[in-house]
Every structure is written in C-alpha cells, then in structure tokens.
C-alpha cells in the first residue's frame, strides 16, 4: 500500500482518499446498492483504469492491514463505509494474523461502523463473521475477550449462532466472558438469549460453574437469583457449582453463595441445602472438599452445625466424612506449627 494511503487512513484525510480511490462524496449511509443494473460495455481505456482503482483500494500494508482495517481501527467510520461500498469484497480480506476488519472492530469495540455495515449490507458480514483469525477466534469472541459490551449484544442480536460457536479451543464467546470475569457482559448476554444460561461449554460445564471455579461470586448471585432452575446443573464429575468454589483457595463464593439460605427465599434455601448435600462421582459433597482444601470457614461451619446439619457426616466412597477430613485437617495444621 503507498504510503500516501496509509498516511491518510491513519489521519482520516478523506480529501486524499476520494481523490486517490475516486470514492464517493455522497454520505454512505444513504446510499441504496442496485443489483442487476445493466450498463453498455466500458471502454478498454475504462478497464484498465477500473482494474488500477481496485488494485490501489484493496492494496495492504507489510502486516497485511486493509485499507478497511487501518480506517476501522482509528473509528473513521464514514471513510470506511466508503471503502466498503467501493469494495465490498475487503470486509473478509485478512491480514497476516488472519484478522478481518471486523475482528479489527471487535477489538476496539467500533460498534457503530459494525452497525452500518450490518445495514449495508448484512449478508456479506454474516459471512465475515464465520471468519476466524489465528487464534481460531470469531470476531464475537474477539469483542468478548475485549469486554466490549454493547458490540457484543449487537453481533449476538444480528446472529444469534454465533454465540454458541467455540473457538479452536472450543471456548465459546460467553465462556470467554465468563472466565474473564466480565460480569456486567455476562449479564447482558443473558439477557439477549434465553437458552444461554443452560448451555453446556465444551468441557461439560455450565455458566454457573465457571463461575464458581473462578471465584466470580457477584454472577453466581445473580445466576442462582435470575435462573433458580438450572443451578444445580452437573458437570461430567457430578458436581454442582457448591463443589467447584469449594475447590478453590478463596472461600468467598462458598460463602457468599451459602448466605443466600437466610434471605428468606425458601426455593433457594431449599436448593442450596440439597446441593450442599449432594455427592460427586466419589462420594463427596462439597462440605468434603471444602475439608480437604482446609477452608477455616467452611470448617468452623461444620463443627458448629454438627448436630443440626446431617450433610456434615455424610460419607464419601472411602467412608470418610466431612468432619472427619476437618479433623484430619486440624490435626496436620497443628502438627505444622509444633
């Protein structure tokens, strides 16, 4: 790509690029695309200098950047539409990290040319949106990854397949959020599809168990208030979301989460109880590993509820329980001090 070029996509000179490329003067915005229009044959003259246009337009950088990427990436929004409308085509060409211009968009969360561009033409970008980079990632897990909100919701509301598709790894846009802890997005994407709270990731996990495992405690409450029924979803282990925060070196989502059994909801209560109580593929509740990981709160839990919490003496496939894990535990630290 000349350097002219390049020098006033950065800048967003549009008086060099309409003169260089012939674009349009005309707000692209209003511009209606015909199809099937027929035209006498050009002159050769004509041709030539058609094919010179659309080598200089589709032209790149040494990083394989599109005119459309440089002008997307620096939110000169009304150029880029110019560009695209001149050639379309450039909306799929990738650079040398096989990112096209809407993972460049996703990227800097530039939601309002991705919103244009949708109105321009929305078959070419359902097209370009299938398209994945060197990460093996769609440009809707791209926004997600960048915590780019509202983009997020828009490609998801423009296409709703895409949120389900995974990544080479098999990570889905919304398992990226959630891992990322980005919980407002998390949020909001719910919102804009029901059946995602239910959706089993790649890994046999649900939502609410990565979750858990990440510690996130404001979307465990949020997922366990808004979505009740899917709280006590499995992972291939058999463990609900109680088994994944106790395994973790942080008590708060355990606790956190077991608070909501005094907020006088009895359906939560209630659920929690069985949850706590319920067994793993080894016979452990979460109170068992809870002991094992030594969570002092936990475990204080379970020597002052002894008598009132039966799930405390349950026993896992080796016969041991809660209690006695808590006082192995007890034991060991103790013997650390002497």
Sequence with gaps: ????????????????????????????????????????????????????????????????????????????????????????SLLQAHNNKFETPLHTAAKVGNEEVVRDLIQLNPDEVRDTLSKTNANGDTALHVAANHNHKDLVCELMRFDPEAAYKGNTLGFSPLYIAAVEGHTSMVQAMLQVDAALPCTKFS?????????????????????????????????????????????????????????????G?????????????????????????????????????????????????LRNQKGETAFDLSVIQVRNTNEVYV
């Excluded at 590993?289 to 204080?300: D, W």
């Design 203 to 263: 890994d046999g996990t649900f939502l609410v168990h990565v979750a858990a495992r990440m510690g996130n405690s404001d979307l465990v409450v949020h997922f366990l208030q808004k979505y009740p029924d899917y709280a006590e979803l499995l992972d291939p282990c058999r463990r609900n979301l109680f088994h994944m925060a106790a395994e973790q070196k942080d008590e708060k989502v355990f606790t956190t989460v077991f608070a909501l059994a005094t907020t």
């Design 265 to 313: 909801r009895p359906d939560i209560s209630q659920m929690i109880e069985s949850m706590i109580n319920s067994r793993d593929y080894e016979g452990n509740t979460p109170l068992h590993i809870a002991a094992m990981k030594g969570h002092s709160g936990v475990m204080r839990a379970i020597w002052n509820k002894l008598n009132q919490d039966p799930g405390a003496l």
């Design 1 to 88: 790509m000349p350097t002219e070029i390049i020098n006033a996509a950065i800048n967003g000179n549009s008086d060099v690029l309409v003169q260089l490329l012939e674009l349009m003067h005309e707000d692209p915005r209003e511009v209606m695309i015909t199809i099937g229009k027929s035209h006498s044959a050009p002159e050769q003259t004509e041709v030539e200098h058609t094919t010179a246009l659309s080598e200089l337009t589709t032209s790149a950088t040494r990083f394989g950047d599109t005119l459309l990427h440089l002008l997307i990436s620096r939110r000169h929004n009304e150029l880029a539409l110019r560009v695209f409308l001149k050639e379309q």
